[in-house]
């Protein structure tokens, strides 16, 4: 994708609408949605398992929006279920790209449950044998295997004990622009329906394709691997309001239809 908005090429612009439709198809998909997060579970990963009806963890999930760090911002309906998120917990994973796993995958209300990675597979099988099953048959399923799973190693929420301080992160790595855009999708997404959030953040992402720090986030992070990105701006002081409307600004018959 760096290649192609270099180079002007349509990628740039296909691959998010693509990926945002099909994100709004999983949201607003009829038939019930099981999602297995059992394992890295990042980015483009979220948007396919955190819109539908029922996410399943295990202890070894990791899961994290990690955009801020490459010039980004947490996409794929990050602006949707971010700000929906219990306190500000959202806001400090879209900013920080703090990684949760296990169980703290679900206390956090990012999965809908937890189930031991080697029961899965018997879940999985439990599921598909069912005839016709409602919403309610299958949460009757994944409760049940929710409740066996050992609770052995339960320990309390990883942030528990941060959460009056969670306002206050430390973000001198992240790219003080996508700290910004970030700040904006999450307030204005939590009045936002999943397709008015995924129509922002098209926006956005275009806005990303046209600017420095995403190419440079991508090379310090992915490519070279020396993990010391030079943001343009550098600051947030230099990241103006005027720059991020223009960000947010419509396509006109650009934007993302859903």
Known sequence: ??????AGDRLAQDFFREEYILNNAIGICKKPFVAFIDGITMGGGVGLSVHGGFRVASEKTIFAMPETAI???????GGYFLPRLPGK???FIALTGFRLKGRDVQKAGIA??????????????????????????????????HIKSDTAQDKPFVLA????????PILSKMSP???????RQLKEGSSLTLQEALRMEYRLSQACMKGHDFYEG?????IDKDQNPKWKPSSLEEVT????????ASLGSNDLKL
């Not at 622009?177 to 700040?183: A, E, H, L, R, V």
């Open 1 to 6: 994708i760096t290649d192609a908005g270099k």
């Open 71 to 77: 010039g980004l911002f947490p996409d794929v309906g």
């Open 89 to 91: 917990i959202g806001l």
């Open 112 to 145: 809908t449950h937890f189930v031991d990675s080697e029961k899965i597979q018997f879940l999985e099988r439990d599921l598909l044998a069912m005839k016709c099953p409602s919403k309610e048959d299958i949460a009757d399923v994944l409760d049940a295997y």
């Open 161 to 168: 004990e941060h959460l009056d301080k969670i306002n206050r």
């Open 177 to 183: 622009t996508s700290i910004k855009i970030t700040f």
């Open 218 to 222: 991508v090379r310090a992070v992915l």
């Open 241 to 248: 309001n005027e720059y991020l409307d223009i960000c947010f």
